[in-house]
C-alpha cells in the first residue's frame, strides 16, 4: 500500500494537462483553476460544464483524441479518459519524462491521488483515505465542513497580518516565537470570535499595543 505524502503545491501559473473530458476531468479541472493554475485539456468532447469553460478561455481545450507529445511542457498531469489504454500512454509518457501524474482509473500507476478538500480562505483541509474510499474521503470531508464552522476565514486572515508584522517588527527570536505561539493558541483564536475584524481598524498603534501585552505576559 502506498503511504502518500500530503503537500500543498502553489500551481499558479504552472501549465497543468488534463486528458479527457468527463465528469472526473471537470473535478480535476475546477480544483486546478481554483489553485490559478493554467489548464490545457485535450479531449475530443468535453462534458457541459467544461465547455463553458473553453469558450469563455478558461482552458485551453485541444479538441481530438490524447497523442503522443501531448505531455511535451506540462508541469502535472492527470490521466482521466474513460479509455485505460490512453490513460496509461499519457502516464507512461509523462513518467518518461519525468513529470508528475495521476491516473483516475489506476492510483497505484501514477504519482499522486487527489483528496476531497475543504477550504475556509486561507485555510484547507485535505482528505485522503489513500484510494480506499473516495466516496468516504468526500462524506468526512463534508462532516469536518460542519464541524469547521466560519469563523477559521477571518481569524486566519489576522493571523495572517499579525504574523507578517511581528515577523518584520520583533527581531529577537525568543520573543518573536512566544508572540506567535500565542497568536496561534487556541485562546486567542477564541478572542477573535468576539471581535469585528477589519483589517483597516489593525492600525501599527493596534497591532504593536497587542504585541506590547503579550510580549509581557
Ligand atoms: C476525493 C475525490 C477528489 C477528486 O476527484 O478531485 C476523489 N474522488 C472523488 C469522488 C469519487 N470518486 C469515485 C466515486 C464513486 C464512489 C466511490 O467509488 O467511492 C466518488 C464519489 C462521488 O462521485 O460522489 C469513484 C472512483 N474514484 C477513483 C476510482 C478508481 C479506483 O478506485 O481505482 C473510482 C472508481 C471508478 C470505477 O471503477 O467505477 C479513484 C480516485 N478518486 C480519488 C479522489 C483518489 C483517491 C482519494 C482518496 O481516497 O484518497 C483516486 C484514487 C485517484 C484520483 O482521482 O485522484 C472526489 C471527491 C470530491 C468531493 O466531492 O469532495
Ligand atoms: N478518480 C475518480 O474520482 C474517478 C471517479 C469515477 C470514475 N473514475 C475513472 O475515471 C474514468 C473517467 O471517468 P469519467 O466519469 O470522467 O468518464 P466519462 O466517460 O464521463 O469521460 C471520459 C472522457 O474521456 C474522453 N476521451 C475518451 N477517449 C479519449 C482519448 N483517446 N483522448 C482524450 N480524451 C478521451 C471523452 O471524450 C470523455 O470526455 C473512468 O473510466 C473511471 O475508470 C475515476
Not at 505524502?5 to 473530458?21: E, N, T
Not at 474513460?82 to 519525468?98: L, S
Not at 473516495?134 to 499579525?162: C, N, Q, S, T, V
Request: with cysteine.
Amino acid at each position: 500500500m502506498a503511504v502518500y505524502l500530503p503537500i500543498m503545491l502553489d500551481c499558479r501559473g504552472r501549465r497543468c494537462l488534463v486528458v479527457g473530458g468527463g465528469a472526473v476531468a471537470v473535478r480535476k479541472i475546477r480544483s486546478l483553476l481554483e489553485a490559478q493554475a493554467l489548464v490545457t485539456v485535450v479531449s475530443p468532447a468535453l462534458a457541459p460544464g467544461l465547455e463553458e469553460l473553453a469558450a469563455a478561455g478558461a482552458v485551453d481545450w485541444r479538441r481530438r483524441a490524447f497523442a503522443p507529445g501531448d505531455t511535451a511542457g506540462a508541469w502535472l498531469v492527470f490521466a482521466a479518459t474513460g479509455d485505460r489504454e490512453v490513460n496509461a500512454a499519457a502516464v507512461r509518457e509523462a513518467k518518461a519524462a519525468g513529470i508528475p501524474v495521476s491516473a483516475a482509473d489506476d492510483p497505484e500507476a501514477g504519482d499522486f491521488i487527489s483528496p476531497a478538500v475543504v477550504r475556509r480562505g486561507r485555510l484547507t483541509v485535505a482528505v485522503s483515505t489513500s484510494g480506499a474510499g473516495p466516496g468516504a474521503a468526500a462524506g468526512i470531508a463534508a462532516a469536518l465542513e460542519d464541524f469547521l464552522g466560519e469563523g477559521y476565514e477571518p481569524y486566519l486572515d489576522w493571523l495572517h497580518r499579525m504574523r507578517s508584522e511581528i515577523k518584520r517588527r520583533e527581531p529577537r527570536p525568543e520573543i518573536r516565537r512566544k508572540l506567535l505561539r500565542k497568536l496561534a493558541s487556541p485562546e486567542e483564536f477564541e478572542a477573535f470570535q468576539g471581535r469585528d475584524w477589519m483589517a483597516e481598524e489593525w492600525s501599527p498603534e493596534r497591532i504593536e499595543a497587542w504585541m506590547t501585552e503579550n510580549r509581557e505576559e
